[in-house]
T-cell receptor, first 115, second 119 residues
């Protein structure tokens, strides 16, 4: 069975510093996609970044980058130059072509950016 | 980017009444939509997968007669909570799936959610 693990329930970071949110996964399927979403207190889920299992390079989107280590089955999210608006809950998720497009979500990490 | 709307954003109802929540993909056609339930400070719990023109597929433990899902078109899915009770109070989120060019799997784009409170 596929499983996503986020081991950090809560994280704190100083404004303007970088922070890494951990995500490990377990699957035997060779074809999958990894996603990170941000959920602020308003509740909406905001798509941040995507990494495909066959992608050779780590994904980047502005201040977000994904540290993809396939052999270790980890897909950590790195946020550079943290801003107060980055305070939110962050979810790592995984999709499989063989799973009718359903996503498996981690338990989430609450990030608090301190001024 | 792909936009998904959800209506209403907040609803308060009396116990025993039914509530309908709409989920629309505004700028793309979604053959598949998903409905989730989320409790405070917890992860998303998938309730059902909704495919256009066919019956929804419910996850184990989700009562299909309680949570009616209809996916009448490629841009609209509805979730009806029938005979709502206080324990149905929760945050309900829909998502619509879109295959993005170059990606191995589909990306899910989420609606803003509906906060249901049953008195």
């Amino acid at each position: 069975a596929q499983k996503i693990t986020q081991t950090q329930p809560g994280m704190f970071v100083q404004e303007k510093e970088a922070v890494t949110l951990d995500c490990t996964y377990d699957t035997s399927d060779p074809s999958y996609g990894l996603f990170w979403y941000k959920q602020p207190s308003s509740g909406e889920m905001i798509f941040l970044i995507y990494q495909g299992s066959y992608d050779q390079q780590n994904a980047t989107e502005g201040r977000y980058s994904l540290n993809f280590q396939k052999a270790r089955k980890s897909a950590n999210l790195v946020i550079s130059a943290s801003q107060l608006g980055d305070s939110a809950m962050y979810f790592c998720a995984m999709n499989f072509n063989t799973n009718a497009g359903k996503s498996t979500f981690g338990d989430g990490t609450t990030l608090t950016v301190k001024p | 980017g792909a936009v998904v709307s959800q209506h209403p954003s907040r609803v308060i109802c009396k116990s025993g009444t039914s509530v309908k929540i709409e989920c629309r993909s505004l700028d793309f056609q979604a053959t598949t939509m998903f409905w989730y339930r989320q409790f405070p400070k917890q992860s998303l719990m998938l309730m059902a997968t909704s495919n256009e023109g066919s019956k929804a597929t419910y996850e184990q433990g989700v009562e299909k007669d309680k949570f009616l899902i209809n996916h009448a078109s490629l841009t609209l899915s509805t979730l009806t909570v029938t005979s709502a009770h206080p324990e149905d109070s929760s945050f309900y989120i829909c998502s619509a799936s879109s295959r993005t060019s170059g990606r191995v799997t589909d990306t899910q784009y989420f609606g803003p959610g509906t906060r249901l409170t049953v008195l």
